[in-house]
């Protein structure tokens, strides 16, 4: 069940983030913008330590996040970024400054004053944020100012002074607003989170994975301030009336000032979290054994950064939440706000390969692209004399043997019948280009905590089972267990509901839930790779009770509910393999609310609320010369999939079509999935009904009681084969095929 094989199976050009072809510049194989006289600027701010709050409070992943970021920049990046231009505030880290209050905005002031029309700034900000009371309630919709904590933050003292050395966001906005008013473009990101509270099982994630949440109480500000600036948010609001969901830092009106000139600089903001949720750091490349730890997001969005960045910024926010939902991760939900629809980095929205210049220093051959690009040891790249050679010139072949971040080491190996060829014999400015995308096609499972004393015996029961289901070569399902606190898709706990309710009351510090509602015998619960623990509808992980049930019992019904993740999760990690642009098949949807009976777009890169009885339909069109077939399936937050729709469209068609309603059948964080199929010539319609199944239920009752093309990963989910499939790149003759994920927050009325 563990075994590992290559398969050749779809032609890969973009991924899910759009675009196929070629892109051709010296050092990274893609189009440089003609940006003129245009310079690009660079303010990178990571705070981990914080002397004047509590210990708890320090971090480590900042400064890995600003490394990352700085390594990309000036070695990656498809924009050239001057050193000098390139701003670390950091403790810790060469050339840096310490990030206080005073150095931010003063790095901040400088900018300002040196950026000019037409330029391009990049702003990143990794640390803590949190919420105060609003200094002026009247202009906060939730009665709050959300802030950013440099190093020298302090402690409240009261409403008029707020949190000592603080940037608050009006702050970030006046600096983000003169930097506009100079004509130049912004790119802000924050990866913190500034509010919200997440309960976890105790010892699943200890070392491995920490949220970035500094609690209001640890800067001293009373709950009953707290409370207070709340109730006055509400009552600007309405009565009854919830807050708007909004970003870390609402630094971006949707409300036009009447004063913007049309020299004002253009901006995208993108967000780790909302308001009301925090975001993890943990040890990134998963799996790899000299990870780091890193912001989840700022490794994410680096990642598919890495992977295309000739996409827009929608693009980009998009593939983010398709790299979170193929992890198995509902929460935190980023946002992305601004002027999405420009070209990251202002390049051209050009076509990409995936291909890397040959560094030559005496035997040893090096290329700038690594695990952020989806290059791993193993992998095979295919040696061009220059970028715009095709695959039929190929003069060997180069196999990974060591992968960072952003560079691997490579060696010549013999490889598709041609032998291996000679360093020597590698011509100046030749490019290595990949051949294949890895696609992971296994679930990780985290084993039970040790420390559950008081079910020792049904812990014991549990491994005893698991150990069952991993012999067990009947079993549809790839897993690879790992230990309880390795990173890993879902995570086993034994504990009672009792147990969680007081779990979540005593880390949220809130009453506790009714226990004479809740069962005191131990149940099996299958937690998301955040090890949250949650009673509300919508966030209740599956669970499985363990009352009087033997071994056998046990792996029968957990091997259902594995096999029913895996295939969730598995089909939303297929959108790696991805190859149709936006201008060759366009797909949208829109949601028609119940209560207005109004038709609001769905836009790429954003995570909609919605509720029973709304609506979504579905626009597309093709613009390819072939016929797509298109499928349309939905994943429950139970994991279970729906198939919605299945039609082919042949070129130029277009259709409109009410795809779905919602229902009360399951709440939280749901996908839907789109499926596009090149279509051969008098052949029947792709039908994806066989992915079809049942979600795992939240309470289940006691365990006694080839080389064709895309379809060939689909039903892959189904099989499951193999632990891993390798995605073709560059083979016209194999079927283009594609994946886009929509997720979508469901939550009942009232």
């Not at 220093?361 to 040891?377: C, K, Q, T, Y």
Request: negative net charge.
């Amino acid at each position: 069940m563990s075994d590992w094989i290559n398969r050749r199976n779809v032609l890969l050009g973009a991924s899910a983030l759009a675009a196929g072809g070629a892109l051709f510049s010296v050092e990274h194989g893609w189009t440089q913008p003609a940006d003129g006289d245009r310079s690009n600027h660079a303010v990178l701010v990571a705070v981990t330590e914080y002397p004047h709050l509590p210990p708890s409070a320090k971090l480590v992943g900042p400064n890995n996040d600003a490394q990352l970021v700085y390594e990309y920049l000036m070695g990656s990046a498809p924009v050239t970024f001057a050193p000098e231009n390139v701003i670390l505030l950091a403790d810790g880290l060469d050339n840096a400054i310490s990030p206080s209050r005073d150095a931010i905005r003063r790095t901040l002031d400088d900018l300002v004053t040196k950026v000019r029309g037409g330029d391009f700034v990049y702003l990143h900000f990794s640390g803590h944020g949190t919420q105060q009371p609003a200094m002026d309630p009247t202009v906060e919709p939730d009665g709050l100012d959300e802030i950013f904590l440099p190093r020298d933050t302090g402690q409240w003292t009261d409403r008029t002074k707020g949190v000592p050395n603080a940037l608050i966001d009006k702050e970030v906005r006046d600096h983000l607003q003169a930097i506009r008013d100079k004509g130049a473009f912004v790119w802000v990101v924050f990866d913190c989170c500034n509010s919200g509270t997440m309960t976890r099982a105790v010892g699943l994630t200890d070392g491995e994975e920490v949220e970035r949440r500094v609690l209001p109480a640890d800067l001293g500000i009373p709950d009953a301030v707290m409370a207070e600036a709340a109730a006055l948010g509400e009552a600007t609001r309405g009565t009854g009336e919830p807050a708007p969901r909004q970003n870390a830092l609402g630094l971006i009106s949707t409300k036009p000032t009447g004063a913007e000139s049309g020299s004002l600089g253009g901006m995208v903001a993108f967000f780790a979290s909302q308001t009301t949720e925090t975001t993890p750091e943990m040890p990134l490349p998963r799996g790899a054994a000299d990870a780091t730890r890193l912001g989840l997001f700022t490794f994410t969005l680096y990642s598919m950064l890495a992977e295309n960045p000739a996409v827009t910024y929608r693009q980009l926010g998009q593939a983010i939440l398709q790299a979170y939902s193929g992890n198995n991760r509902t929460r935190p939900t980023p946002l992305f706000e601004g002027d999405l629809d420009r070209p990251v980095f202002g390049m051209s929205n050009a076509d990409r390969i995936a291909q890397w210049a040959i560094r030559v220093d005496g035997n040893a051959l090096e290329i700038p692209a690594g695990m952020l690009h989806r290059v791993s040891p193993g992998a095979k790249l295919a040696i061009l004399s220059s970028p715009g050679a095709t695959l039929d010139q190929t003069l060997g072949y180069l196999e990974v043997t060591a992968a960072r971040n952003l560079t691997s080491r490579v060696v010549p190996v013999a490889h598709e019948g041609l032998p291996v060829i000679a360093v020597a014999d590698i011509p100046l400015g030749a490019y290595a280009r990949l051949t294949e995308v890895s696609i992971g096609f296994e679930l990780v499972v985290a084993r039970p905590q040790d420390e559950a004393v008081d079910y020792s015996e049904e812990v014991a029961l549990l491994n005893a089972a698991l150990d069952r289901i991993a012999g067990d070569e009947q079993v549809p399902v790839n897993l690879r267990f790992v230990g309880v606190r390795d990173d890993a898709d879902v995570k086993l706990a034994v504990m009672s509901e009792q147990e969680v309710a007081r779990l979540v009351a005593a880390q949220a510090d809130g009453p506790e839930a009714g226990r004479a509602a809740l069962a005191a015998e131990p149940r099996v619960w299958l937690l998301p790779p955040s090890a949250e623990l949650s009673l509300d509808d919508g966030r209740r992980a599956p669970s499985l009770s363990l009352a009087g049930a033997t071994a056998d019992e046990i792996a029968g019904k957990l091997a259902e509910n594995l096999v029913t993740m895996f295939r969730a999760t598995s089909l939303s990690r297929l959108s790696a393999a991805s190859d149709f642009s936006p201008d060759q098949f366009s797909v949208g949807f829109s949601i028609k609310r119940q209560e207005t009976g109004g038709t609001e777009p769905l836009p790429p890169g954003v995570v909609p609320v919605v509720h029973p009885g709304d609506q979504v339909h579905l626009e597309t069109r093709n613009g390819t010369s072939r016929p797509i077939d298109i499928n349309v399936l939905y994943i429950g937050s139970d994991y279970s999939i729906g198939h919605m729709y299945a039609e082919r469209l042949h070129s130029g068609n277009e259709i409109t079509v009410p795809l779905l309603e919602f229902t009360s059948s399951s709440f939280g964080i749901e996908r839907m999935v789109v499926v596009l199929s090149e279509a051969a010539p008098q052949t029947p319609v792709e039908d994806l009904s066989f992915l079809e199944q049942v979600g795992v239920r939240q309470q289940s009752r006691a365990a006694g009681a080839g080389t064709a093309g895309f379809g060939d990963l689909l039903r892959d989910v189904a099989g499951a084969p193999a632990t891993r499939g390798a995605a073709r790149i560059g083979d016209s003759s194999r079927s283009k095929g594609s994946v886009m994920i929509f997720p979508m927050e469901t939550l009942p009325r009232g």
